[in-house]
């Protein structure tokens, strides 16, 4: 798996989540349960990481979705 994005804004996260199930493509939310351990005041960033065959389109989707700023 590939780093597609990383971000503290879990709207952003809930969002690519929801486009990446769409359309199909495997992908990960990697360090959720970090925010325990930084007090979930948003110190540590999630990534979310999608099947390596599959990141041009992932990315493709994104900017498609005006979030191209977003992108690792």
């Known amino acids: ?41 948003g110190v540590l960033p999630r990534r979310v990481l999608v099947e390596a065959d599959r990141i041009e389109q992932a990315r493709r989707i994104l900017r498609d979705a005006d979030l191209g700023q977003e992108l690792s």
């Open 1 to 41: 798996m590939l780093e597609l994005m990383r971000t503290n804004d879990m709207v952003t996260i809930s969002f690519v989540d929801s486009l990446l199930t769409d359309a199909g493509i495997g992908h990960f939310v990697a360090d959720s349960h970090m925010s325990i351990l930084d007090g979930s005041i």
